[in-house]
């Protein structure tokens, strides 16, 4: 890493917004290699010293990676003129450079990456890889035997091409009494493609969730809305 202003270098590392940082420095509460540091300015190769905020170290990480439960409601964009976005979601996070691997639609729940890491977003989204995304889905009508077939061959939604043969699992505990669900895993990522898999057989989607995506699972105890930081090693 190259010499940065140790300004630069806690904002980078999410220690909070120019301004916070100015405060924190002047009241003497960063420290570098054991002495404490209250000049902003100065350049160093911080990541071969021992910067600490209050004792605790300060590790720069060029990339991170941020696991959320997406609500509905929110759009998986970086900016948006009418809605919350997901980005929105991470607080006390410092969210600058990340975005969201993919999309889910607006009304959609569930696992979605945010990263900084282009490279890995890319081999996650790539269509060459075919990395499966599984999803709860509830239905307003009964899937029939003739078009869980079709979707597990390959149903064709009206693109240039059919869709990859898909696996749709049956579930036993669905959300309400009365719900209609499966859970569908597919290795491509058109455009609303679960529910236009679904509307191609005449049934609507009246709910869906990502559970799975490539090796990340989405655990039970994150709600919507919360967010874990993982490490690289747990995605690809
Ligand atoms: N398929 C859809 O139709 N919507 C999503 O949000 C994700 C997959």
Known sequence: MAAVRLEKYLADAGCGSRSQIKALLKQGRVSVD????KDGSRREDY???EVRLDGSVVSYEKYVYYLLNKPQGVVSATKDALSDTVI??????NTKGLFPVGRLDKDTEGLLLITNDGELAHNLLSPKKHVAKKYYVNLDKALSEENR???EEGI????EK???PAKIERVEN???PGDLSCMITITEGRYHQVKRMFEACGLTVTYLKRISMGNLTLPETLHPGEFLKIDREEIL
């Open 34 to 37: 054991g002495n404490v540091e």
């Open 149 to 151: 077939i079709k979707i």
């Open 47 to 49: 990541a071969q010293h």
């Open 174 to 176: 669905a959300k309400k």
């Open 88 to 93: 929105g979601l991470l607080a006390g996070v």
């Open 162 to 164: 059919p869709c990859l």
């Open 156 to 159: 064709d939604i009206g693109d």
